[in-house]
């Protein structure tokens, strides 16, 4: 089905073990993004990407690592976990056109680091 | 930095009622307005957009206002219904998609 998909939807792991959030889009959107979203926050940028091979950061990268070798794949991945990590993650697509920044969401993935 | 603030973190209405939900921006270079939809286990999704050199727009059900002189912005839903029960927040952009601020949400229930 067309859309952006999220996995794994959920996932404990533990302080100090790497973990990769993987995040597909079908729509072919230039631009691509990682929040996080935490109870009293809204939600916040870690990294965002212009096309493939193109990524930045944004507010809150410490601690994490993104790449984008094809453009509908975005994966997410946490070098080595901290319990400040834990959160709900969500990645996102848009294509720059019409004068518009919509941003379509995954359904997000809930992450414990124990 | 921009600060995004809600009035009313929490807003209970009875079906069929309207609903309005506030928003206070800072940052005064906001020059495009997303209000978002975020449901319960879901990720956000887009309601409505507003441009800075627009008052009003209006959408199914919903209308944005937006007055920049005092930076506010409201989200304004008719004859509300159960399944607009979710949080909802508004996302100033103030230059491209990395400058873009979430405010921390109104959570809108609705009373049958």
């Known amino acids: 089905d067309a859309g952006i998909t999220q996995s794994p939807r959920y996932k404990i792991t533990e302080t100090g073990r790497q973990v990769t959030l993987m995040c597909h889009q079908t729509w072919s959107h230039s631009y691509m993004f990682w929040y996080r979203q935490d109870l009293g926050h809204g939600l916040r940028l870690i990294y965002y990407?212009?096309?493939?091979?193109?990524?930045d950061k944004g507010e809150v990268p410490d601690g994490y690592v993104v790449s984008r070798s094809k453009t509908e794949n975005f994966p997410l991945t946490l070098e080595s976990a901290t319990r400040s990590q834990t959160s709900v993650y969500f990645c996102a697509s848009s294509e720059v056109g019409a004068g518009s920044y919509e941003q379509y969401f995954g359904p997000g993935t809930r992450l414990t680091v124990t | 930095g921009e600060s995004v603030g809600l009035h009313l973190p929490t807003l209970s209405v009875q079906e069929g009622d309207n609903s309005i939900i506030n928003c206070a921006y800072s940052?005064?270079?906001?020059?495009?307005f997303i209000w978002y939809k975020q449901e319960s286990g879901k990720g956000p999704q887009f309601i409505i957009d507003i441009r800075s050199n627009m008052d009003k727009r209006q959408g199914q059900r919903v209308t944005v206002l937006l007055n920049k002189t005092v930076k506010h912005l409201s989200l304004q839903i008719a004859a509300t219904q159960p399944g607009d029960s979710a949080v909802y927040f508004c996302?100033?952009?103030?230059?491209?998609?990395?400058?873009?601020?979430f405010g921390i949400g109104t959570k809108l229930q609705v009373i049958p």
């Open positions: 990407s212009a096309a493939a091979d193109i990524t």
């Open positions: 940052n005064s270079a906001s020059d495009y």
């Open positions: 996302a100033p952009y103030s230059g491209g998609y990395q400058k873009v601020t």
